[in-house]
């Protein structure tokens, strides 16, 4: 176990290594929302995030770590294959695997939003997205037991928020599906945890991951 401030050090600097990528952008309404298989380890999907965070859309995160049962199936019945990201809009009926097009796609679809510097540099994109991988130690990668909520959770906090990362990799370890909107609710700060399960609200990484540890270990 890492001494907790070191977690939130690291995850500054994998903030700071995509120089910006991943701020929030202000909200966009969809009539349902999109559902995105990823994992937090996965540096391909980091991109798919820094563009959602991007686009200002809500996002049904089913997060898919390595050796997870949960979600991980379900995306090669959908797609055909099981690769990671993959996105779904049932607002306008697209399914899509690669991080690059889901990026475009979300840019066409919900933009203008901003490009990210990063997002310009083609395949040094991803290697670069790599570094953000190496510095969380594969955080976000492997799956751990846990009990699944009935109703996924409602979280805040955008792509390149350190503190959101820490909570996204343990939601994503634990298999945890939520609602995903980059920017706090009203009057808050990220991150910021809703359950509707329990009926509990948070703010604060490390108030979070012990309420998720709590709850929802197994
Ligand atoms: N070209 C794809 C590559 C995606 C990819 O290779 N993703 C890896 C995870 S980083 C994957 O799906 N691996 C299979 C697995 O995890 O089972 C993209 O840009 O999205």
């Not at 751990?144 to 994503?172: D, I, T, Y």
């Amino acid at each position: 176990m890492i001494f907790p401030p070191l977690h939130f050090a690291l995850s500054f600097v994998a903030s700071v290594l995509r120089l910006g990528a991943g701020a929030p952008a202000a909200p966009v309404e969809t009539r349902e929302p999109l559902t995105l298989y990823e994992f937090e380890g996965c540096p391909y999907c980091r991109v798919a995030r820094e563009a959602v965070s991007a686009s200002g859309v809500a996002v049904l995160v089913r997060p898919c770590p390595k050796g997870g049962k949960r979600f991980r199936p379900s995306v090669r019945n959908l797609g055909g294959m099981a690769q990671f990201p993959f996105l779904i809009d049932p607002n306008t009926d697209v399914t899509m695997y690669e991080s690059a097009h889901i990026a475009a796609y979300l840019r066409k679809t919900y933009g203008p939003a901003p490009r990210p510097f990063m997002h310009w540099l083609g395949p040094l994109n991803v290697i670069a997205s790599q570094f953000g991988v190496l510095v969380r130690l594969a955080a976000g990668t492997f799956v751990k037991r846990s009990r699944a909520p009935q109703q996924p959770l409602e979280f805040f906090g955008a792509e390149r928020n350190p503190g959101a990362r820490l909570v996204k990799e343990l939601l994503c370890e634990m298999e945890l599906a939520y609602l995903w909107r980059s920017a706090p609710p009203a009057g808050e700060t990220a991150p910021y945890l809703s359950d509707p399960n329990t009926g509990e609200a948070m703010r604060g990484a490390r108030a979070i991951r012990r309420y998720l540890r709590e709850t929802y270990r197994s």
